[in-house]
Nanobody
């Protein structure tokens, strides 16, 4: 059974950094695409990035060059390093996993979701 748990959110000022963690139990990185989404109240859930072991990572244009993904197999943890944060990066960040290694920008591609961790960037 796949379970995802995010952590690492918080409040920072513009230009600051945060590293989000997704503890992914029951996930085999060779078999699952992993993704990060974010959502702000009143807006649709937005793809931030996705990653699989074979194709590597993809980032939304809005975060490209500022965010990176890494993983630690021994800890079953996926990380989202967020640098040069902007107020528009504010939102609830969710980790998601698909049943297959196929990745997509579409949130419907993902079958497992964490509870989210809040990121707030103040100007």
């Amino acid at each position: 059974q796949v379970e995802l748990a995010e952590s690492g959110g918080g409040s920072v000022q513009t230009g600051g950094s945060l590293r989000l963690s997704c503890l992914a139990s029951g996930v085999t990185y060779s078999a699952h695409c992993m993704a990060w989404f974010r959502q702000t109240t009143g807006k649709e859930r937005e793809t931030v990035a996705y990653w699989n072991r074979y194709a590597g990572s993809m980032f939304a244009d809005s975060v490209k060059g500022r965010f990176t993904i890494s993983h630690d197999n021994a800890k079953n943890t996926l990380y989202l390093q967020m640098n040069s944060l902007k107020p528009e990066d504010t939102g609830m960040y969710y980790c998601a996993a698909a049943r297959t290694s196929l990745c997509s920008l579409d949130s419907r591609n993902y079958d497992y979701w964490g509870q989210g961790t809040q990121v707030t960037v103040s100007s």
